[in-house]
Protein backbone atom coordinates (compact mmCIF):
# COMPACT_ATOMS: atom_id res chain seq x y z
CA UNK A 1 0.00 0.00 0.00
CA UNK A 2 0.58 3.78 -0.70
CA UNK A 3 0.52 6.81 1.53
CA UNK A 4 -2.20 9.63 -0.29
CA UNK A 5 -3.86 11.98 0.79
CA UNK A 6 -7.46 11.64 -0.03
CA UNK A 7 -9.38 15.08 -1.38
CA UNK A 8 -13.37 15.18 -1.54
CA UNK A 9 -14.57 18.41 -3.06
CA UNK A 10 -18.65 19.23 -2.76
CA UNK A 11 -19.69 22.15 -4.20
CA UNK A 12 -22.74 23.49 -6.80
CA UNK A 13 -22.96 21.66 -9.98
CA UNK A 14 -22.43 24.74 -12.20
CA UNK A 15 -18.83 24.82 -10.91
CA UNK A 16 -17.85 21.08 -11.61
CA UNK A 17 -15.93 22.13 -14.54
CA UNK A 18 -13.73 24.74 -13.30
CA UNK A 19 -12.08 21.98 -10.65
CA UNK A 20 -12.09 19.40 -13.36
CA UNK A 21 -10.26 21.73 -14.94
CA UNK A 22 -8.01 22.72 -12.04
CA UNK A 23 -7.30 19.08 -11.37
CA UNK A 24 -6.18 18.20 -15.00
CA UNK A 25 -3.81 21.43 -15.46
CA UNK A 26 -2.26 20.52 -12.53
CA UNK A 27 -1.73 16.97 -13.46
CA UNK A 28 -4.71 14.60 -11.83
CA UNK A 29 -5.70 12.44 -13.90
CA UNK A 30 -7.79 10.08 -12.13
CA UNK A 31 -10.56 10.59 -10.10
CA UNK A 32 -14.46 10.55 -9.24
CA UNK A 33 -17.57 12.90 -9.77
CA UNK A 34 -20.66 12.09 -8.22
CA UNK A 35 -23.57 13.91 -9.64
CA UNK A 36 -26.34 15.51 -7.59
CA UNK A 37 -25.28 15.16 -4.47
CA UNK A 38 -27.74 16.07 -1.59
CA UNK A 39 -27.44 17.60 1.40
CA UNK A 40 -27.42 20.23 3.96
CA UNK A 41 -24.74 23.00 4.90
CA UNK A 42 -23.95 26.67 5.31
CA UNK A 43 -26.23 27.34 1.79
CA UNK A 44 -29.43 25.08 3.42
CA UNK A 45 -31.14 22.27 2.13
CA UNK A 46 -30.08 21.01 -1.07
CA UNK A 47 -32.25 18.06 -2.31
CA UNK A 48 -31.32 17.56 -5.54
CA UNK A 49 -34.63 17.21 -7.31
CA UNK A 50 -34.92 20.56 -8.60
CA UNK A 51 -36.01 20.84 -12.78
CA UNK A 52 -32.44 22.64 -13.38
CA UNK A 53 -29.41 22.20 -11.82
CA UNK A 54 -29.29 25.55 -10.16
CA UNK A 55 -29.81 24.28 -6.89
CA UNK A 56 -27.45 20.83 -7.59
CA UNK A 57 -24.09 19.88 -6.07
CA UNK A 58 -21.57 17.48 -7.24
CA UNK A 59 -19.22 15.28 -5.10
CA UNK A 60 -15.54 15.12 -6.25
CA UNK A 61 -12.81 12.71 -5.30
CA UNK A 62 -8.83 12.17 -5.61
CA UNK A 63 -6.11 10.54 -4.08
CA UNK A 64 -2.83 12.18 -4.61
CA UNK A 65 0.77 12.48 -3.38
CA UNK A 66 1.09 14.54 -0.10
CA UNK A 67 3.22 17.12 -1.84
CA UNK A 68 0.78 17.45 -4.98
CA UNK A 69 -2.37 18.03 -2.63
CA UNK A 70 -1.08 21.81 -0.95
CA UNK A 71 -1.37 22.69 -4.69
CA UNK A 72 -4.63 21.49 -5.61
CA UNK A 73 -5.85 23.20 -2.53
CA UNK A 74 -4.79 26.05 -3.22
CA UNK A 75 -6.14 26.04 -6.34
CA UNK A 76 -9.52 24.99 -5.07
CA UNK A 77 -9.85 27.43 -2.05
CA UNK A 78 -10.72 30.69 -4.66
CA UNK A 79 -12.97 29.07 -6.04
CA UNK A 80 -14.59 27.69 -2.57
CA UNK A 81 -14.75 31.27 -0.82
CA UNK A 82 -16.37 33.25 -3.80
CA UNK A 83 -18.90 29.88 -4.40
CA UNK A 84 -19.41 27.95 -1.33
CA UNK A 85 -18.72 24.01 -0.98
CA UNK A 86 -16.59 21.95 0.72
CA UNK A 87 -13.30 20.33 0.68
CA UNK A 88 -11.99 17.81 2.79
CA UNK A 89 -8.49 16.16 2.96
CA UNK A 90 -8.01 13.02 4.91
CA UNK A 91 -5.01 10.68 5.07
CA UNK A 92 -5.45 7.36 3.01
CA UNK A 93 -3.87 4.07 1.74
CA UNK A 94 -3.75 3.29 -1.86
CA UNK A 95 -4.17 -0.48 -2.82
CA UNK A 96 -1.51 -1.35 -5.31
CA UNK A 97 -2.56 -3.66 -7.39
Not at 39 to 53: I, M
Not at 63 to 83: D, S, T
Request: hydrophobic share 40%; charged share 25%; net charge negative.
Amino acid sequence: MQPVKRIEIILDFQDLAKIVKILNSLGISGYTVIRDVTGSGDRGLRPGDELTDVFKNSYIMTACPEEKMQEIVEAIRPLLKRFGGICLVSDAQWVIH
